[in-house]
């Protein structure tokens, strides 16, 4: 691990100076991020204008709960999307036979590949409107929320980058796994930007338990915010580090499970 992080760090500070050659085209893209999704949390606060409320969660509430969704799975774009999430092209022109005769691990390899600088942006305004939201909360922001925070944070982001690994190692037997992971991924996941308790009971325990979409910003928010109602919504937040660490080991599994069935593009 300390070897990868060190060769992962000297990567990005190559990257960005081959970055530094193209500044304008840099700052275009990263800007570009950050107003659209700007304009999603600025949505939100018209509906809340209009609505006063949505289910219960004014506009600092639901800049936590999108927020989450967010900064998560911008950093973890940053990481795996551009590759391993598209790997289904790698397999289909060939390109993945090159990481096979290389003396490093494919993932490894993978995450080298691409740094993910347009996700850059989204975290920058995530961040910003969270900060935002917990400094307007109604409710105090303790040492001990900060800590949870920290752990909600590692839990969301391993499990959308289980969710991107697993999306990918799918092309292994499918060979194009895009349809499935915008379907899966992009649509379902989507109904995470707002409180799922406005949504029938089945929709619920599908994000949940079936999709476990939930415990990436939901749950989190729900002890983030003091709006725990239930023991299962307690325990379900207090699990999400744990989720993301098993959703993690069995898309590692799959991937690996994928790879030994990969013949090369040849074949």
């Excluded at 990263?30 to 659209?36: K, S, W």
């Excluded at 961040?127 to 925070?149: D, G, H, P, R």
């Excluded at 379907?183 to 476990?212: C, E, G, H, M, N």
Aim: aromatic share 20%.
């Amino acid at each position: 691990m300390r070897d990868f992080l060190s060769t992962y760090w000297l990567y990005i500070k190559t990257f960005f100076k081959s970055r530094a050659e193209y500044r304008i085209g840099f700052f275009l893209g990263m800007f570009a991020n950050f107003y659209c999704y700007f304009i999603t949390f600025a949505t939100y606060w018209v509906i809340v204008s209009g609505l006063g409320n949505l289910g219960g969660w004014g506009f600092p509430d639901l800049s936590v709960l999108y927020g989450l969704s967010l900064i998560t799975y911008a950093t973890s774009g940053v990481l795996v999307w551009y590759t391993v999430y598209h790997m289904d092209k790698m397999i289909t022109d060939g390109t993945l036979d090159a990481y096979l005769v290389r003396p490093c691990g494919i993932l490894q390899q993978m995450i080298f590949q691409r740094f993910g600088d347009t996700f850059l942006g989204q975290i920058l305004v995530s961040s910003i409107f969270l900060v935002m939201a917990f400094i307007q909360s109604e409710t105090a922001f303790t040492w001990l929320k900060a800590l949870y925070l920290a752990f909600a944070l590692v839990g969301g982001i391993l499990i959308q980058c289980a969710s991107m690994i697993l999306i990918g190692s799918m092309s292994f037997w499918t060979l194009r796994s895009a349809e499935f992971g915008r379907i899966i991924y992009y649509d379902i996941r989507s109904l995470t930007q707002y409180p799922i308790s406005i949504f029938p009971k089945w929709i619920q325990f599908a994000l949940t338990f079936v999709f476990p979409w939930a415990f990436i910003n939901y749950y989190p928010s729900l002890i983030l915010l003091e709006k725990v109602e239930t023991t299962l919504e307690l325990i379900c937040g207090m699990l999400s580090p744990l989720v993301g660490g098993v959703l993690l080991l069995v898309s590692l599994w799959v991937f690996k499970r994928g790879l030994k069935k990969y013949s090369g593009a040849g074949n």
